[in-house]
């Protein structure tokens, strides 16, 4: 999905003059749109912080659960 930027382009980011490290295509007017490596990490951590994984813990324990014919009660 990102894809390493080989060209010479500026940061598509609002308020940054930075080079862009790295691209990803997008729809529209635009096609491509360039991000520096700081940008890229605040970007990252704004998705982190909203998009949180189940633990792999759960999945353990749904799993050993099931084999011992406990249910949930949902």
């Not at 080079?19 to 605040?42: D, H, M, N, P, R």
């Amino acid at each position: 999905m990102i894809t390493q930027c080989n060209e010479k382009m500026t940061c598509d980011a609002k308020g940054c003059k930075n080079f862009a490290s790295a691209y990803f295509e997008v729809k529209g007017l635009l096609k491509k749109l360039y991000l520096c490596k700081e940008c890229q990490k605040k970007l990252f951590d704004d998705l982190a912080k909203t998009n949180v994984s189940k633990s792999p813990q759960n999945k353990i324990s749904s799993k050993r659960d099931e084999k011992q014919g406990v249910t949930s009660g949902r």
